[in-house]
């Protein structure tokens, strides 16, 4: 009698890598991030969004210069927020360089623009700026985004174009009680 528990182990291997690409296939091929869908999220957000909390987010940016090199940058946002308003915000733990105006003076209305630009309220907005202006210059891209389903906010955030992961967001939220 031949032994062919080899044959078993073959067929088992054949279906993990079958299950392996299907699996990325399906994340890839993943149900496409809408305006209407954006919109559902964000009114969600306005209905529940918690008084207090803290945000990490985790943003990489894939580029690629005129001379051919290319790279990713990773910056990670902390945010404090307390009744609404931020009151900590730091960019790879430190807080962020004074923006300066034309006459060397810091820009305080500059920096509080920035920094409510990572809230949620202003991730919403740039998701929504990329889909514009994907649309306007008749971009190619897939963007997909998951959102908390009990307060609507940005929980991931990824914009492809031509099978290169461009922008990729990850936020973390904590709910704080004061």
Known sequence: MKNRNWVIVFVVLAILGLLAVGINWAYNAGEPLTPEKLKAAEDRWERNRPPNYDLKITVNKTYASSDGTT???????????????????????????????????????????????????????????????????????????????????VIQFTRQHQGRREQHIQVDLTRVKE
Request: proline share 4%; aromatic share 8%.
């Open 71 to 153: 790279g990713t940058q990773v910056d990670k946002y902390a945010l404090k927020v307390r009744n609404g308003q931020i009151v900590d915000f730091t960019l790879n733990g430190q807080p962020p360089q004074p923006v300066l105006d034309e006459k060397g003076e810091r820009n305080l209305a500059r920096e509080r623009e920035i920094r409510e630009g990572f809230d949620i309220d202003g991730l919403f907005d740039s998701i929504e700026e990329f889909m514009e202006k994907d649309r306007r210059d008749d971009r190619k891209t897939l963007i997909r985004a998951r959102f908390d389903k009990t307060d609507g906010h």
